[in-house]
C-alpha cells in the first residue's frame, strides 16, 4: 500500500525524506492511530468564499464526470510518536486539508468511513497547536447529524471571534455541496457515493521529513521560494521552436513574444504591463497620437508601436531563464524594475484566458472544435504536432487575436479592484492618457457610467463556475467582431451600454430559459445576430420564482433579482427612505451563499388555509419555502440572524442601515413592507399575503419588464471604410 507504511520506519530515521500518494482510506488504515497537527506557526483557516467554491466545485466535477481519481494538492507532514498515536505536524497544505476535514465533517452523515477519517475514538482526528477554543469546537462537532437533502439552513451558536473563520468555512462548504446536490438533482445515494469518491480517490502527494528538521524554516521556506513552471510558459516555448523555424517571420518573433509576455500577467492592466516589460518612457510606448486623440479606441493596434522596442526593450525572459530563477520576484526586479502597479487581480488565469481565446479564435474561423475551459489540459489543446499549431502563420495570427482580445478584456471586463480605498470590489476601470508639459502618464479610474456592466457580470461571475466563466467567450467573440472585424465605431459610453445590452441577453439566453445543453456547449456560439430581440422566457422565469424551493433555490435568481433591483431602482424610489436609497445607488453584489428565511422556519403563523389554495397541486406545501420570504445573504449574515423572530430581524437590519450598510436590496423590500399596513395586514406583520405582494408588485414585475421591455441602446453604429 502507498502513503504513510513507511511512517514507522520514519520515526526512527532522521536522514532521508519520502513521498507518496496519500488518499484518506489509506491514512485510516493503520494499525496505530494517526493525529493530524497544525503547528502554532501556521495561521488559522482563511479560505474564504472564493476559494472554497473553487475547491468543492472541483472535487464535484472530478466525482461527476466519473474520475478514477482527483489529484488535489501537496501536504507536507513531519512525524512523531504520541502517546499510543502517531502525531503528524501538517507543515504545508493546511487550508486544503482543513477544508477537507470539514467536508467530512459534512458528509459523515452519508459515509462511515469519513466518521472515521474526521474522528479518532470520538476525539478529532485534526487539531490545532495552543488553540483550545478551536479544538473544543472541532470536538463538539462529533454528535452533529447533518441533511444535505432537506430545506433547512445549517447554524452554529458561536459567538467567538477566533472561530469564525472556521465556522463560516463550513456554512460555505455546507451551502455549496448543497447546492451542487440541488442542482444535480442527487438522492441520498448520489451522496452516499459522492462521499465515497472523496473517501477514496481524492489522492494527495504526501511528504515526510525527518522531526528533528527545522519546521519553521521550512513552512517559511515553502512559503517565499519560486513558483513551479506552470502550463502556459511551456505552450509559450513549444510556439518559438515553430515561429523560429520559419525565416519569413524573424523580425516579427519579438514582437509576437511581447505580446505574449505582456499579457500573461493577467494581474496587471495591459498598457501597465507593456510598459514594464520595457526600459522606455511612456511615450515610446504609447503611439504619439494617443496623446492626442480625442475619441476612444477599442483597437490595440491603436494604441501599442511593439516596433520600436528593439532600442529600449528588455529581452523577453526565456524559459531557461524561468527555470533557472529559484523566485519569480527575482525576475521580475532584475528585468523589470519597480515600477508603478495598479493593484488589481484577474477573474480568470492566464491559461484560461488562453482557452477563451482559443474558442474565440475557432469562432472566427468557423471551426466547430468544441474546446472546454479545462487549464490543466492547456497543452492538449495547442498541440503543436496534431492541429493548427504545427503552421507558424497561425500561431502568429492566434497570438495577435490574443492580444486583441487581451486589450478588450481589460476595456470591458470586471476586476477585483478597489474603489477610494475601500474593499475589493468587481469594478470596471477606464483608462486615461494624460499629457502635459511634455510629461506623460497613464492611469485607471473607476467610472460611475461602468456600473452597470459591471454588476451584470457581476451575476455571471459569481453564478458560473470558477475554473470555466464560460460567459466570457461569447463576450469576447462579441467584442472582437464588433471592434475589429467589423470595424465599428462608437464613443466609450455608447460602447459599455451596448455591452450591458449584449451581456444581460447573454445571461437570459443562458439562465431565463429553458436549456438541456451544458454551459461549454451553449457558450460556444456566434451570438452577433441572436439579441436583436431580447433572449429569455418570463413563464420560465416566473415558474421558477414561483416554486417553494427554500434554501434548494438556485442561487442565481437572488443575484439576479438583486441586479434588477439595482438596475430599475427608481421605481422603488419612494418604497423606502431617501437614506436608504443612497444606498440602494451604491449597492455591489457579492459572493453570497447562505438563504435566509425572513419568517423563520420553526415559527408558525406565516399562512393561513386560504393561502395554501396557491399551491393546490403540491402535497402539504411549505409557504415559508416561497422565494417573497427569503433573501440571500452571507454565512456571517445568517449566523446573526439566527433564529430570530420578524422585528428582531427588522431591528438587527435597521441597526446596519443606520452603519450605512445594507443586506441586500430584497431585504431592504421586505422590512420596508413590514413597516406598512397592506391588503389589510397590519403594520409590524410579516406573512405570506406581503411576501405575494412583495413578489408579485415588485420581483416579478421587475423580471417582466427586463425581458419584454430591454432594447438595444444605441443605434449610431458606424462602419470604417
Known amino acids: 500500500m502507498k502513503g504513510l507504511l513507511k511512517i514507522d520506519t520514519l520515526l526512527s530515521t532522521k536522514n532521508y525524506i519520502t513521498s507518496n500518494e496519500l488518499t484518506l482510506e489509506q491514512l485510516i488504515l493503520f494499525d496505530t492511530p494517526i493525529n493530524i497537527q497544525i503547528p502554532l506557526y501556521q495561521r488559522l483557516y482563511v479560505w474564504d468564499v472564493e476559494e472554497i467554491k473553487l475547491f468543492i466545485e472541483d472535487v464535484s466535477d472530478a466525482y461527476i464526470s466519473g474520475k478514477d481519481f482527483y489529484y488535489i494538492g501537496n501536504m507536507m507532514f513531519a512525524n512523531t510518536k504520541n502517546g499510543d498515536n502517531i502525531q503528524i505536524d501538517l507543515i504545508d497544505g493546511q487550508q486544503r486539508f482543513t477544508t477537507l476535514w470539514l467536508t467530512s465533517i459534512l458528509l459523515k452523515s452519508y459515509s462511515k468511513n469519513l466518521t472515521e477519517f474526521a474522528f479518532i475514538n470520538d476525539e478529532p482526528r485534526l487539531n490545532f497547536t495552543s488553540r483550545d477554543e478551536v479544538n473544543e469546537f472541532f470536538k463538539s462537532l462529533l454528535n452533529i447529524k447533518i441533511n444535505l437533502l432537506n430545506n433547512s439552513n445549517l447554524s452554529f451558536n458561536q459567538n467567538n471571534p477566533s472561530l469564525e473563520p472556521i465556522v463560516n468555512g463550513l456554512l460555505n462548504i455546507f451551502n455549496f455541496i448543497k447546492e451542487v446536490s440541488v442542482n444535480n438533482e442527487w438522492s441520498k445515494n448520489d451522496l452516499c457515493a459522492f462521499s465515497d469518491f472523496i473517501f477514496k480517490k481524492l489522492q494527495m502527494v504526501q511528504t515526510t521529513v525527518p522531526m528533528d528538521n527545522d519546521l519553521n524554516q521550512i513552512f517559511e521556506s515553502l512559503n517565499s521560494g519560486g513558483k513551479q513552471l506552470v502550463n502556459h510558459q511551456i505552450l509559450k516555448s513549444r510556439f518559438l521552436k515553430v515561429l523560429k523555424k520559419d525565416n519569413d517571420l524573424k523580425n516579427e518573433i519579438d514582437s509576437l513574444v511581447y505580446k505574449w509576455d505582456s499579457a500573461s500577467n ?55 531563464t524561468i527555470l533557472d530563477n529559484s523566485n519569480d520576484n527575482e525576475i521580475k526586479e532584475s528585468k523589470i524594475g519597480k515600477k508603478q502597479q495598479d493593484s488589481v487581480k484577474s477573474i480568470v488565469s492566464f491559461s484560461q484566458f488562453l482557452l477563451h481565446s482559443l474558442r474565440v479564435f475557432y469562432l472566427q474561423k468557423g471551426i466547430s472544435k468544441l474546446i472546454p475551459v479545462d487549464s490543466k489540459n492547456l497543452l492538449l489543446y495547442f498541440d503543436i504536432e496534431k492541429n493548427l499549431f504545427s503552421e507558424s502563420k497561425v500561431i502568429k495570427e492566434f497570438i495577435n487575436l490574443m492580444f486583441d482580445l487581451r486589450f478588450l478584456f481589460d476595456t470591458f471586463i470586471v476586476k477585483w479592484s478597489t474603489e477610494d480605498g475601500e474593499s475589493e470590489s468587481l469594478l470596471i476601470n477606464k483608462c486615461y492618457f494624460n499629457q502635459s508639459n511634455k510629461s506623460y502618464s497613464v492611469r485607471r479610474e473607476y467610472l460611475e457610467g461602468n456600473k452597470q456592466l459591471a454588476l451584470v457580470q457581476s451575476v455571471l461571475y459569481i453564478t458560473q463556475e470558477s475554473k470555466t466563466q464560460y460567459w466570457i467567450t461569447p463576450f469576447l467573440n462579441y467584442l472582437y467582431k464588433r471592434y475589429i472585424t467589423l470595424g465599428i465605431t462608437e464613443s466609450y459610453d455608447d460602447a459599455i451600454k451596448n455591452a450591458v445590452f449584449f451581456t444581460e441577453n447573454l445571461d437570459n439566453f443562458f439562465y431565463c430559459q429553458n436549456n438541456s445543453l451544458d454551459m461549454s456547449t451553449l457558450s460556444f456560439k456566434d451570438f ?21 424551493n427554500g434554501t434548494n433555490f438556485f442561487r442565481y435568481w437572488f443575484y439576479k433579482t438583486e441586479y434588477l433591483l439595482w438596475k430599475y431602482k427608481e421605481d422603488f424610489e419612494y418604497d423606502v427612505s431617501s437614506d436608504e436609497f443612497h444606498l440602494w445607488k451604491n449597492y455591489k453584489i457579492t459572493f453570497k451563499t447562505s438563504i435566509e428565511h425572513i419568517f423563520p422556519q420553526s415559527k408558525s403563523g406565516f399562512e393561513t388555509k386560504i393561502d395554501k389554495k396557491d399551491f393546490e397541486k403540491i402535497d402539504n406545501p411549505i409557504l415559508k419555502d416561497y422565494f417573497g420570504n427569503l433573501v440571500l445573504l452571507s454565512v456571517s449574515e445568517n449566523s446573526e440572524y439566527g433564529k430570530a423572530d420578524v422585528d428582531d430581524k427588522k431591528t438587527k437590519y435597521k441597526l446596519k442601515l443606520n452603519n450605512q450598510y445594507i443586506d441586500s436590496l430584497k431585504s431592504s423590500l421586505i422590512f420596508n413592507l413590514v413597516d406598512k399596513e397592506l391588503d389589510g395586514v397590519q403594520k409590524g406583520i410579516w406573512n405570506y399575503s406581503k411576501a405575494k405582494y412583495h413578489m408579485r408588485n415588485q420581483i416579478l414585475k421587475i423580471h417582466k419588464k427586463h425581458l419584454r421591455n430591454n432594447l438595444c441602446p444605441t443605434n449610431t453604429q458606424k462602419i470604417n471604410s
Open 266 to 320: 493577467m494581474n496587471l492592466y495591459l498598457e501597465r504591463s507593456v510598459y514594464n516589460l520595457t526600459n522606455a518612457t511612456w511615450e515610446d510606448v504609447i503611439k504619439k497620437d494617443v496623446w492626442r486623440m480625442d475619441k476612444y479606441s477599442f483597437l490595440s493596434k491603436e494604441y501599442f508601436q511593439f516596433t520600436e522596442f528593439s532600442t529600449h526593450s528588455i529581452p523577453p525572459i526565456s524559459l531557461q
Open 528 to 548: 452577433t445576430n441572436d439579441f436583436k430581440v431580447n433572449a429569455g422566457d418570463y413563464k420560465y422565469v416566473r415558474s421558477n420564482l414561483k416554486s417553494l
